[in-house]
């Protein structure tokens, strides 16, 4: 984590300088002292930039951002400030860790690079309704290329959000 810190502190500028808010989430409290404070420290300076958020998850668990939202609503119901009645989508959203993003909303595609097909406890609640493409490289050798691979693919498909598409059947 001493890299992140490293490149967290000479990006910061960059960051102020291209308009992009930072925003960390996952149990920072597993993260040193000294990183908490930097992260803290980079999220407040970039707060009121609006071009880009850049989200990054540290410890980041889909299934603990589920778990810790449903704790968050129930202590509201505990303490009589909402009823069960009152929880909704939206209300859930708002208490996930990737509220920080402002009502960003799902993503449209996620790209999972390595070969592997499985989501890895990531963003679980966002991603019902995301596109997934799966490719075979290693980030660091995910290039120009690839990514428009990707699109393309996000591009052809039929976007249903849960619905069913019926086909008629010809009988000839």
């Known amino acids: 984590m001493d890299l992140f810190q490293i490149v967290l502190k000479e990006e910061l500028e960059n960051f102020n300088r291209e308009n992009i808010r930072l925003s960390v989430i996952g149990d920072l409290s597993r ?11 980079a999220e407040h300076r970039t707060k009121e930039n609006s071009q880009l958020n850049l989200i990054v998850g540290l410890s980041y668990s889909g299934r603990d951002d589920i778990l810790q939202a449903c704790q968050g609503l129930a202590k509201q119901v505990d303490d009589g400030l909402l009823k069960p009645t009152d929880i909704t989508e939206s209300l859930f959203e708002k208490e996930l860790k990737t509220s920080c993003a402002g009502g960003l909303g799902s993503p449209d595609l996620l790209i999972r690079t390595s070969g592997e097909q499985r989501l890895s406890n990531f963003l679980l609640w966002q991603l019902a309704y995301t596109e997934l493409y799966f490719a075979d490289s290693f980030w660091p050798e995910f290039g120009e290329a690839q990514y428009a691979e990707a699109l393309y693919s996000f591009q052809c498909r039929q976007r249903r959000f849960g619905k069913r598409v019926y086909h008629k059947l010809q009988y000839k």
């Open 31 to 41: 993260l040193s002292n000294s990183l908490q404070i930097s992260i803290a420290e």
